[in-house]
């Protein structure tokens, strides 16, 4: 077996560790509150909560953390 042979074999086992360990680290609960859609455009923004923790997808929230969509929820 050549050097490139096994950096591939060993490249490819770290791989395969990482998807079986990433998997397992994926057991938050994840749950979709409600879907708003834009009163100005055709966007559609989703509250979910992770963890206990609550999150929009609209931009007022990727900015300030807060929105009205969170409180409506």
Request: glycine residues 6%; aromatic residues 12%; hydrophobic residues 25%.
């Amino acid at each position: 077996m050549t050097y490139l042979e096994e950096l591939r074999a060993w490249a490819n086992e770290r791989v395969k560790d990482y998807d079986r360990n990433r998997k397992k680290n994926t057991s938050r609960p994840y749950k979709l509150l409600g879907t708003f859609k834009s009163a100005t455009s055709r966007s559609v923004y989703n509250v979910h909560s992770y963890g206990g923790l609550l999150s929009c997808s609209c931009p007022g929230y990727t900015f300030r953390r807060r929105c009205k969509h969170l409180d409506m929820v």
